[in-house]
């Protein structure tokens, strides 16, 4: 009897705070969606973000301090302010990502994002209802991503279409690899949320929606990359 009603107490824990997750990370990408199509449309706005280099690369470094911010100084800040720095962080990668919509037609982004929803929804759903462990994925996904980054740099200083084919292609599997492990593990987080302390949960609530937007993000343009068509 008391196991049953722990199981239970467990499971709604669980589903209140994914559903918190991915409330929050639906929200963030509306933001980001919003966001990168109003500068899109607006010539005055794409000369003020995008015009201006020293202000574009100020956006991407503020961009990156607010994911170290949020992600490793979680527990000191409040419920609130955590809240506002994710929406701080969705508005301003909206503005760097505006730039999609004067490389790709709006249809083939649109196409791509459906594609990336798809294949988001999937591998999201493997990894709650799965029972194996994916624990053993994390330093694999990890080396794979860092090999990612390093291989993109290298291939800024010596371009090649091959090379950047083969760099989309381990990218596209790492992202697909990290949104089952990262759902399992905020699955798991879950099931010790605290459920009656709301500032808590709520925190938590925000660094998993962060998460699972970053792998959606990072899936959705390594596949517009081959989905995306050119406007030239």
């Not at 980054?149 to 599997?173: L, R």
Request: glycine residues 8%.
């Amino acid at each position: 009897m008391y196991q049953q009603k722990m199981s239970a107490t467990t499971l709604t824990t669980t589903n209140v705070f994914l559903r918190g997750v991915y409330l929050w990370m639906c929200i963030g990408l509306l933001i980001t969606g919003y966001i990168a199509h109003l500068v899109a449309s607006s010539p005055a706005l794409l000369n003020l973000f995008l015009g201006n280099q020293v202000l574009f690369i100020g956006l991407i470094i503020g961009e990156l301090v607010l994911v170290v911010t949020i992600s490793g100084a979680i527990h000191r800040l409040s419920a609130t302010m955590a809240t506002a720095l994710f929406v701080l962080y969705s508005s301003l990668n909206g503005i760097t990502l505006s730039s999609i919509f004067l490389i790709y037609t709006q249809a083939s982004i649109v196409k791509t994002f459906l594609i990336c929803s798809s294949m988001f929804g999937a591998m999201s759903i493997y990894g709650f209802t799965t029972s194996k462990d994916l624990t053993s994925w994390g330093s694999f996904l990890f080396m794979g991503l860092i090999g990612v980054i390093i291989a993109s740099i290298i291939n800024i200083f010596f371009p090649s279409t091959q090379f950047e084919f083969a760099i989309s292609i381990m990218g596209i599997i790492v992202f697909v690899g990290l949104t089952a492990y990262d759902t399992q593990k905020l699955k798991i987080m879950g099931q010790d949320a605290p459920l009656d302390r709301k500032g808590t949960l709520q925190k938590g609530t925000i660094l998993g929606a962060l998460t699972l937007y970053l792998d959606f993000i990072n899936l959705f343009l390594l596949l517009l990359r081959f989905f995306g068509q050119s406007r030239d």
